[in-house]
Each structure stands twice: as C-alpha cells, then as structure tokens.
C-alpha cells in the first residue's frame, strides 16, 4: 500500500490540480472582458455629454459675440438713417465704432444698388445675389454673415451686412477680423485631443482652436469634414482622412442668430486614454494573478514529489555514510563502560580486522591488536579519561595480519547518553600514509641538509618578517667574511652597502622571483664591495615564512666590464662634444658606424638606415657623388694617409647639408688601407649666414635708399652721404650735389656746436634746418654715432614739423571747441570757470546760466538730426550776438547752452535770451518755435568749484523746467534740500538691509458676494524715510527713476511669499497674495527665474502668488510680455492688469494675454454713482472681462452705494477703505464682511 499511494498521487492529482486552475482562470478573464466594454461605453457616453454641453455653451458665446457686433452696427444704422446727410454723423459714429470695436477693421456705407458711399480704404460691391434678397433680409431683421475672405495681404476676414429700410443708404457693411473670434475660442478647455471649430454653414472654416498642433491644413477644412455627424448635439464617431488618421467624436451646434456651426470634437484615443490605462492594469493583474496560480499549483506538484522521494533518500544516506567513512578512513565506535559492550562501525571493523560475524565486542576487541608496549600506556590514557571526564588524542600502532604495522590515531570523549548511562564515543582514523609520508619527508629533508652544507654555491636563509640569517652554507662564510654564528646574529641590511640598503629591504619583502637575477653590491666583513648576482625563492624553514637566496660572485667579471665600458666611454664622449658626424670605416668588412652627432645633425635612424659605404654615398648629391667617391677610392688604393672633399648630403627631410669632409686612413704592414677615421662637419649654417648678411646689407641699403625721411652722415664737418630724400628735402633749387656741403650751411651755430654732445643727442631736438635758397623750416633732429669701414661720424634724421605744428594748432582748437557751433565746449567753460575762481573771485559774482531748449528732441524725432543741428546753429547764432562783451557763451551738450556773465547783468541778459529763442525761426523751409528753460547759479556764492556751481545752475534749469518750461529759476537752498534729498534717499536704499528700511502693508480683498478675504495686496511702505519722501508716491517714482526698484521689487516679491503663511493664518484660510511689479522690474531678463528661485525657497505654491502690472508695461514690449507671462503662468503664478482703462488700452493684445483679472481704477469706482461716463466705463470693463473669462477687482471702494452698484453689475472682488485700510504685520485678527 504503501508504494502504490505515491503512485497514484502522481497519475491524478497533477490532473485535477491543473483542471481546476485552467477553469478559474477562464472564468475570471470572461468576467474581466465584461467590465472592460461596460467601463468602455461609460466613457464614450460621459465624452459625449461632456461634448454636448460644451457645444452649446460655445455657440451661445460666439453667437453673443456677434450679437454684440451686430448691435454696433444697429446703432451706426439708426445714426445713418436720422441724419439724411449721412457723412456727418454717421461718419463719426464709424469712428467712434472702430475706436470701441478694434474686431470691425472696416465699416462700409452702401447704397440700395450696391455702390459703397463711404467708409473702407476702397469701393467695394456686394453680390448681386445678395441685392436681389434685399427685402428677404429686411423681413427676417437680422445681419447677413458671408463666408469668410482673404486680402492679399494674406489676413482674413468676415462680412456682416445689415439692410436699411432707407432710400439713399440701403446697406451697412461691417467686416470681423477672424482671428479675434480665434482668440475669442482660445479661453475655452477643449480638454487634451479636442478642438473648437466654427463653420460657415456654407461650409469654410472661419474659426478654430485645439488642443496641440492637429491642424496644421485647417484653412482649406469645410463643413463637410464633419457632416456624418447631425446638426442638433448628435453625437457620432467619425473617421477622419489619411491625413488627420484618427477617430473623433464631435458635436455639431447651428447658432439661433447667424449662419454660423460649430463644431466640438475630441479624440476617441485620448476619451480612452484612462480606460486602456486601466485595460493594462488588469491585464497585469490578470496575468500576476495567473502565474500566481499556476506557481501555487507547481509547488504543490513538487511538494507531493518532496514526500515521495524522502523514504527513497533515507537508505541512500546510509550507504553514503559508510562509503565516506571509507573513503576518509575514518571509523566511529562508543563503549559503555559499565557494561564493557563496544559498538563500532563498520570501517573499525575493518581497521582492526575484526571478525565480522554477529557477537557481542568489548573493551579488549578495541585494544586487540595494539603493540604490547604501548597497549598499557592507552589502556591509562583512556581510564584516566573516563575518570576525569576529559577528551584524548591517542596515537597508537597495530600489527596487521601479514606483519605489517598500521597507524591509527584514536580520538575518545566521555558522556552520559539519553538514558543516563556513562558512555565513551571516540572515532578511529587510518593515518599510515600520512605518518609514512612524514618519515620520508624527515628524511629528504637531511638529505638536502647535507647537499646545502656542502654546496660550492653560497647559499643562505633569511627569515621573511624579521629579515635575520637562520642558516648558511660554508661557501657563503668563505664569500662574507663572517662566521655562522656571527651570520646568525646578522640581518639583511648589514650586507647592504649604504645607498641600497632600502631597495634591498624591499627586494626582500618581494612575493615571487621578479627580482632573480638582478646584480647587487654586499660589503663584507673586511669592508670589501663584493658584485653579487641574487636568485632566490620562497621556502618554509621551521614552520615560518623564510626565503632561500643564491649569491653569485661576479666581482672580477664587473671590474672588467667598468673598464671597457669606461675606455668605450671616453671614445664617444669625445665623438659626441665634437660638432663634427665622426665615422669609423672598416675597409675589411665594408662596415661603417657613426657617432651621435650624424645621427643629430642628419636626420638618421640606426635602427632603419643601413650602416654601409653605399648608403652613405646614395645619400650624397647626384651632381657631387661620382667625383666623391672615385676621390674616397683613391685615396684608399694609393698611398696617402689623409683625404679631404665638399659635396652635399641629404638629410632625412630631403633637404642638402653643405659638408666638409676629412678622415684619417690606416693602412697594414703591406700598405693597404683596412680602416679610415674622420668626421664631417655641417657648414649649412655658416653658408647660409653668409649669404643672409649679404642679402641684409642690400636690404639695408635699399631701405636707407627709400627711407621717407632726410637721413644724412656727417664726418669732419661736412655731408658724407645723403638719401634721395634728403637730396629733395634739403637741395636747392638748381640742383646742386647735397654731399660735401658744410653742416653750418644746414644749421645755426649752436646746433653744430652741440651735434657730438652725448646728452644733446639723447633727446630729439628741435631745429632750424636753412635752405639755399635763403628759406627754412622748423625740424626735429635724431642724432647718433655712425662707424663704418672709413671711420667715425655722425647719423643724422630730420624730420619736418610744419605739418604737424599746423594740425596741432587744429587739435587744440577743436579740444575747446564745439564741433557743431563753434562755440567753447564743456571742457573750455569749465576750464574758463576754473579760471574765474582761482583768479576773479574777490571783483564780484559771477552768473553761470544753464539754457536747455525745451521740447527739442521732437524737432529730431519728427524732422531728422540734420534739421536739429541746423536749429542748434541758428539758436547758437542768436545767443552770441545777444550778449556783450566779458561774457562767455559754450554748448555744454546737446541741446543744452551755458553763459558765464556778471551777477549784475543776469536778469536783463535771461530776458534778451528768452526773446531772441522766442522768435521764429526758419530752418529748411520750415518755421520753429521755440522756449528756453534756464537756471542760474552764482559764484562763489552756490559753489566753491566749477563743478559744484555747474551742477546747481543744472538743478536750477531742471526746477524751471518742472514749473511748466519757458521759465527760468534761481538756485536755493529748497532745490538743494530737495536733490539732498533724492541723493539721501538712493544713497540710503541702494546700501541699506531693505528689511530694515522698508515695510510691506497689506490691504484685504473681498469677495463681493459673500464678503469673505479672498486675498490681499502687498503694499510697500517706507515708516523709517525721511519725512519730505516717507510718502509712497514720492519715494517710489525716484526709485523708478533711479533703477532701484529692481533689488526693491525683488525684496517685495520674496517677503510677500514669506508673509503668505502668517496672512493665511489671520484669514483663517489659505489666503493668496498680490505683489504689484513695476515696468523695470517686469521687462528685466530674469523675472521669470527670480520668481521660480522665490518660490522654490519659500515653499509657496504658485497659485498663492499674483503679480499686478499695469498697461504701460504691455504697451512697452507686447510680444515679450505676452511670453513672459505664459512662462509666469506655466509656474501656476496668477497675472492682473492693474488700474485698467487709465492708460492706453490695446483691446487686440488684452485678448491675447494669458491674464486672469483686470482691477478697474480706483479713479473710475469714486465716481460711479455720481458720473454717467465713469458708470458706462465700468460697466464696460466688467462686461469686457467676463467675456474674455477673466475676473474684475474693482480698487477704491469706500462707500456702501459703490458696493450694492458694484455687486450688481457683475464685480467678482473689490478692494478699499470700506473693508480694510492697509495695515502692517503682524495686526488684529481679520474678520469677514457679510454680504448685504
């Protein structure tokens, strides 16, 4: 029965194991199939929903965004029909319309046949369909939309065409700028993989907006793209061409108003995108789940096949046991001592040959066979054992059958077993080999004993870790000197010589016989050097780590070789200080060797060149060669002892070397030449010397020759030499020969007399140089010493001045000067002034007049540069001849003038400068007015220097100036308190820990409904400032003008995002923040990243943090703050536009910028209730707004009445007095304002 279970265990329960996992599997991928295609529809269905909705709520829009237009024209129409004469009113309603309306770039007024009347940049006919349906269009009182057109300019439009019931004008044509209808589109989440389109009904696109760049052909798309699907929110799957490649569903909607459709679609990819993300996850865990299963049924199966081989593996470890302690030699065997049983197993029986028939063993079987002198030394160890409970290690021998002796070591330990009886467990092992082996080991090793005594080679022992001699041979004690005791007393380092003692010790230390064979000095006892040659090997001497060494003696060997080496030494040393290639050539074996030098000089290899007689002739000029070497075998067969030539000889770049060669012969008893000696000597370089300073001196004559200016050589008194320039520049008219004439014809006296004086010609001089003609001129002498081959003399260059005085004069002329006016310039007043106060100071005061003409740069914006400075002439002009005599009039710069004049004399003079700009002027055919702004300053009064007074009389223009121009201002203390006061206060800020100088206060806003803080704006506070700039409107615009509301911006948007969590905690709420950045601070490059770096160091998310700009930062850079804002929106920052409507709205860019609120200016909100203009402004901006999706904040709200009309008109947020005065942190807990 027991054989038969495993049996059937593996025949059926395999089976029904993987039967029962195969059905569960099944059943749960049936089930899983099911809720995969119900979750399918279900988001197919939610998609289509979604689209439904989303298409009428699109089309609602676009069709209020043309009803908004149509409107417009509905009111320009009531315009043209009241007034008859429609180019009066009428023609200012198209204005104001288009100003209002940027989306309508033309307005066209046509009559009932179809002719344009007016308005549009030309005429243009309506269709004569669309005249013939005239009355149609009157009947049903709605505008006309046309499908949509392109200009040539490549931009498209749309027209709306509005009927009149009017005898002269029977149409009014608007045309809409598609792309705002884009941008209309572009606020709207179409969701990833969707798109907004609007159709014509007649099928051209006119508008789109999707999700990534899927249209890239979507002007030429129509209507019946998607006509599979129903007009009415149908919702259908449509496949779209080769080139779109994708299944969609999409919404058609008709607009109630216009013939316009749009379309919203999506794609089927991206609608499933979640549902094939959980299709995989349960595929996955479909799959992990059925490995998991069929891994389960596996261990099962190899459970069961565990069980049935277990049984099978017992037996088989018995016989491995006994086949191991066979092998191994090794026996157990236990005896109870109080009963003397022995029972052991079967490898003892066979160590001590024991009779392996059944009976019953005692103590005496175990100890049978042992040699009778030991049997009672074992018989005590194993007693005493037993008796002290202690473990033994016995060797002992048995005597086999056959004789032979057996060594066994026995091994006991006494215990007491399970049932409490003291037994002696022990194992017996078979060590005859080992035993053996070690008595013939002992016995090699005396053998090798004897063979290292009595070697010839010194050999000796030294200890690996203490480096000391353990043994030596008699033949190292006759090499060292010393005896074998001293040697045993001795270490390494004492053979070594003193410079190798270290490369020894880590010779020693060295793991196999890399160093073998290496030559080493050792001193000997006699202090002898001794040249050893070392092998050696590792050995193991006494149990510890030892090598053996062989020292051979080479010393006689070495002594002989440094003598050759030396006399070889002394031979190429001599060939290599020698310049000379020197060559040994034996006549015997035709063999030729060359020093280092030929090497060197020539370019050779004496690894590859081939050192012969033939070679060296090859490499010698083809034109030499022959007459070379039939002069070299000459000189061999005859009888001379010296030969000598010249030829050249290639080097190895292929150049030729300009050689002289000379060399000894050696000759035989019998005369014949067996060796020849010499060496070749490179020339090239003294030939090529030779011929470069050849060429240098014609060089140098010709450069004397062309040298531009007069050079001379003077020896005994008179021209030597003269150049051909100093032939023209010095002769006289009729030519006569410069060279021999006397230097006193050429110079004065005291020139001549110092021409040989050292000092005199260290320093260029300036002389009088005399023609012959009776003429002279002022030159510049360079005077030297002159040595040739005649002798000594004088070089002499002259140089003429008089160019150069002339252009000097010019130099100084114009470094005073202005270039344009001629007047004295900036350096030449100030230079004046100077010269005023060092000198005039004590003979009254002097007026210094600052005169800026006002306006100026926009006669150079509008009429050119050469138009300006023909103005700044003509002013110039009148200004001088204005002023009388004693007084200095200068350009300082540009348009700016300067007068220094008596104190008295300087109102009467400013008003003669004011009348004389005043008048006309007529300047290229056109006639300017002119004003003049001026300030005064009086010296010394206003300033010790010139500077000081220049920079109050410039102060004092600037004061005129901001009193409305064409005025003029004396300079006082007020002006110079109030530009202390501008220097104070960048002085302060630019140096100061802003943290310490400057606040942030918070004002509260509101939601207007409900009343709750939905956020607060940062506002920058200085509470520490000087008392005439502590208020914000004036401290800040100086910091604007000033560059320093960059570092202060910054300091504002990094305390803000710190200060989130402490406002955050007084709402009560997360509350988000709103910094105001200035137009410095926006267009500088690296806003983006400041804010980025301010919001990762804070921790803020970006949601919490709003930046406000203002319109002017918008118009400065549209395209660059369009992307700016983008990025800032990418970090999840949220961008306003502040104080809308009070600058100069661009309605076309608002459209496009990715903002999220407008804040109406607070001066729009004070008056709501009062001014019907400022009421239709607010309206307006609130209606503007929602219709772009943004929301409105609306600042300034102080009374209840500005709320109630606020919350009416649709306001989002609202700001002011009425909430919250702004308030510093930390401050009281804020409590929320209840609506109503």
């Not at 059937?8 to 099944?26: C, D, F, K, N, T």
């Not at 959980?278 to 199966?301: Q, S, Y």
């Not at 003077?714 to 003269?722: I, K, T």
């Not at 309206?1179 to 219709?1187: D, G, K, R, V």
Request: net charge negative.
């Amino acid at each position: 029965m027991i054989r038969t279970l495993p049996k059937l265990a593996e025949q059926r329960l395999p089976r029904l194991l993987w039967m029962s996992g195969g059905v569960v599997i099944v059943l749960v991928l049936i089930l899983l199939v099911l809720l995969l295609g119900h979750l399918r529809r279900s988001e197919l269905d939610n998609a289509a929903r979604e689209l439904s909705s989303l298409s009428k709520s699109v089309t609602a829009m676009v069709d209020r965004y043309l009803d908004t237009h149509a409107l417009a024209l509905r009111a320009v129409a009531r315009l043209a029909v009241e007034d008859g004469e429609y180019l009066g009113r009428s023609l200012a309603a198209l204005s104001e319309l288009r100003a209002s309306v940027p989306a309508l770039d033309e307005l066209l007024i046509v009559d009932p046949d179809g002719r344009v009347l007016d308005g549009g940049s030309g005429a243009r006919a309506l269709d004569a369909g669309i005249l013939a349906q005239r009355e149609t269009w009157l009947a049903a009182g709605r505008p006309l939309v046309e499908p949509p057109r392109q200009l040539g300019s490549g931009r498209w439009f749309m027209r709306m065409i509005l009927p009149l019931d009017h005898p002269r004008i029977g149409w009014l044509v608007g045309e809409l700028d598609v792309h705002a209808l884009d941008g209309l589109l572009a606020g709207i989440n179409v969701g990833p993989g969707g798109g907004v389109l609007v159709f014509h009904e007649h099928g051209p696109l006119v508008a789109r907006h999707q999700d990534g760049d899927r249209y890239r052909a979507a002007e030429g798309m129509t209507l019946d793209t998607w006509q599979q699907a129903a007009v009415g929110g149908e919702i259908r799957s449509v496949r779209q061409g080769a080139a779109e490649g994708a299944d969609r569903t999409v919404a058609l909607e008709r607009l109630p108003h216009h013939s316009l459709v749009v379309a919203v679609e999506r794609e089927q990819s991206r609608i499933l995108s979640g549902w094939w993300r959980l299709v995989w996850a349960a595929m996955a865990t479909f799959v992990l789940m059925a490995m998991v299963l069929l891994t389960a049924i596996g261990l099962i199966r190899r459970a069961w096949n565990t069980a049935l081989a277990a049984t099978n593996e017992v037996g088989m470890e018995q016989e491995r046991l006994s086949e191991v302690q066979e092998i191994a030699g090794l026996g157990f065997w236990e005896l109870e001592t109080a009963t003397d049983q022995l029972m052991c197993s079967e490898e003892v029986e066979r160590l001590l040959e024991l009779d392996p028939q059944p009976r019953r063993l005692g103590y005496g079987a175990l100890l049978a066979r042992v040699e009778p002198g030991e049997r009672e030394a074992i018989e005590m160890q194993l007693h005493q054992a037993v008796v002290n409970d202690v473990p033994v290690d016995i060797p002992m021998r048995i005597l086999r059958h056959h004789g032979r002796v057996r060594h066994l070591r026995l091994r006991a330990r006494p215990r007491i077993d399970r049932r409490g009886v003291q037994v002696l467990t022990g194992t017996l092992l078979d060590v005859t080999d080992v035993t053996e082996a070690q008595e013939r080991l002992a016995l090699a090793e005396a053998q090798y004993r004897y063979l290292f005594e009595l070697s010839p080679v010194p050999l000796w022992v030294f200890d690996l870790e203490s480096r000391r001699f353990v043994a030596v041979n008699q033949a190292t004690v006759e090499l060292y000197g010393w005896s074998p005791l001293q040697f045993l007393d001795m270490s390494l380092s004492d053979l070594a010589v003193p410079d190798t003692a270290p490369d020894l010790q880590a010779a020693a230390l060295t793991d196999a016989t890399a160093e073998n064979g290496l030559m080493w000095r050792h001193i000997t006892s006699d202090n002898r050097i001794v040249h050893v040659r070392i092998y050696s090997t590792p050995v193991s001497f006494e149990g510890r780590e030892a090598r053996l060494v062989a020292s051979l003696d080479f010393t006689d060997k070495v002594r002989a070789e440094a003598e050759l080496a030396d006399s070889e030494a002394r031979f190429r040393l001599v060939a290599r200080v020698s310049n000379d290639a020197i060559y040994d050539f034996d006549a015997n074996h035709r063999s030729l060797w060359w020093s280092d030098s030929y090497y060197h000089h020539f370019g050779a290899d004496p690894e590859l060149d081939d050192s012969s007689l033939d070679t060296w002739a090859q490499r010698i000029h083809d034109d030499d060669r022959e007459a070379v070497v039939k002069g070299i075998k000459a000189a061999l067969d005859g009888g001379s002892d010296d030969w000598e030539a010249q030829y050249r000889y290639r080097r190895r770049d292929g150049g030729y070397a300009h050689v002289q060669d000379r060399g000894y012969i050696l000759r035989d008893d019998s005369g014949r030449a067996v060796r020849m000696v010499g060496g070749v000597l490179d020339r090239s370089r003294e030939l090529a010397a030779q011929k470069a300073l050849a060429e240098r001196e014609s060089s140098y004559r010709g450069l004397i020759e062309r040298l531009p200016l007069p050079l001379l050589v003077l020896r005994d008194g008179a021209v030597v030499f003269a150049n051909p320039s100093a032939g023209f520049a010095l002769q006289d008219g009729e030519g006569q020969p410069l060279v021999g004439r006397r230097i006193e014809a050429l110079f004065d006296a005291d020139v001549v007399g110092s021409l040989h004086d050292p000092e005199w010609q260290a320093v260029r001089r300036q002389v009088r140089v005399h023609l012959p003609n009776g003429g002279h001129y002022l030159a510049e002498l360079s005077v030297s010493d002159y040595h040739d081959s005649s002798g000594g003399g004088l070089q002499v260059i002259v140089r003429d001045l008089t160019e150069q005085l002339r252009f000097e004069q010019i130099l100084t002329h114009q470094a005073q000067h202005d270039e344009l006016t001629g007047l004295p310039n900036r350096r030449a007043l100030k230079d004046r002034l100077r010269a005023w106060l060092a000198t005039g100071s004590d003979h009254g005061e002097l007026a210094v007049i600052f005169i800026d003409l006002d306006q100026f740069k926009l006669i150079n914006d509008a009429l050119g540069h050469a138009v300006g400075d023909n103005v700044i002439c003509a002013v110039a002009e009148r200004l001088l001849g204005s002023i009388g005599p004693g007084t200095t009039l200068g350009r300082f710069g540009g348009d700016e003038f300067m007068l220094l004049a008596d104190a008295d004399a300087a109102d009467e003079l400013i008003r003669t400068i004011q009348e004389v700009v005043a008048e006309p002027i007529e300047v290229m055919g056109a006639t300017q007015f002119l004003t003049v702004s001026i300030g005064v300053a009086i010296a010394p009064r206003d300033g010790q220097d010139a500077d000081t007074l220049i920079r109050s009389a410039d102060t004092a223009m600037y004061e005129a100036k901001r009193l409305g121009r064409n005025r003029s201002a004396m300079f006082s203390d007020v002006l110079h308190r109030t530009a202390s006061n501008r220097l104070e206060l960048v002085s302060r800020l630019r140096q100061a820990d802003l943290g310490k100088e400057l606040a942030l206060y918070f004002q509260t806003q509101h939601d207007a409904r409900t009343g709750e803080v939905s956020g607060a704006e940062m506002l920058l506070r200085w509470p520490n400032g000087p008392s005439a700039l502590r208020q914000p409107g004036r401290f800040i615009p100086i910091c604007e003008e000033t560059g320093l509301m960059v570092p202060i911006g910054r300091w504002v948007l990094r305390e803000a995002c710190l200060r989130q969590g402490e406002l955050s905690r007084l709402v009560g709420r997360p509350c988000r923040v709103a910094v105001n950045v200035s137009a410095q601070q926006f267009m500088h490059d690296d806003l983006v990243a400041e804010v980025a770096s301010v919001l990762e160091e804070t921790g803020l998310p970006g949601s919490m943090l709003e930046l406000e700009i203002t319109e002017s930062v918008i118009l400065a850079d549209p395209g660059g703050v369009v992307r700016a804002i983008e990025n800032l929106r990418a970090l999840g920052v949220e961008v306003s536009i502040d104080d809308f409507g009070s600058g100069y709205s661009n309605l076309g860019y608002l459209s496009r910028l990715p903002v999220t609120r407008l804040k109406i200016d607070r001066s729009f909100v004070r008056d709501v209730l009062e001014d019907r203009q400022q009421e239709a402004i607010c309206a307006s901006i609130i209606a503007l707004a929602h219709s772009l999706s943004l929301r409105v904040v609306a600042e300034g709200v102080e009374t209840q009445g500005q709320r109630d009309w606020l919350v009416a008109h649709g306001c989002d947020e609202l700001q002011g007095y009425l909430f919250s005065k702004p308030r510093p942190f930390p401050d009281a807990e804020l409590a929320p304002l209840e609506a109503g």
